[in-house]
């Protein structure tokens, strides 16, 4: 079960994200382009944003803290994330299911 958004490589895979902070709640949002649009609750200032995808991730994907990170676009809506030593169809599976429930 693969998606656009998804890329398999030999760290991981990465998920191309399309943030939007300042949102009502954390949620995903369905996609932007080929991106997976994931909307944040917190701010886009200090990093808060960032910190709030990580947490928002790990939660949804079931992964330590140590296993996600931000490989491109820190400062931008879009951006790569690394989720070290899974595989796509693995993540595909929980995204789709955190997007229908």
Do not use: W
């Amino acid at each position: 079960m693969s998606a656009p958004y998804l890329r398999q490589t030999a760290k991981g895979v990465i998920i191309h994200v399309h943030a939007q902070p300042n949102a009502r709640r954390s949620e995903i949002a369905g996609t932007h382009g080929e991106e997976l649009k994931i909307r944040l609750q917190a701010p886009p200032v200090d990093g808060k944003a960032n910190a709030a995808l990580i947490k928002f991730l790990c939660a949804v994907l079931d992964v330590s803290k140590s296993e996600i990170e931000i490989v491109r676009g820190e400062t931008l809506r879009s951006k790569q994330v690394l989720v070290r030593g899974k595989r796509t169809g693995e993540i595909g599976k929980k995204l789709v299911t955190e997007r229908t429930s």
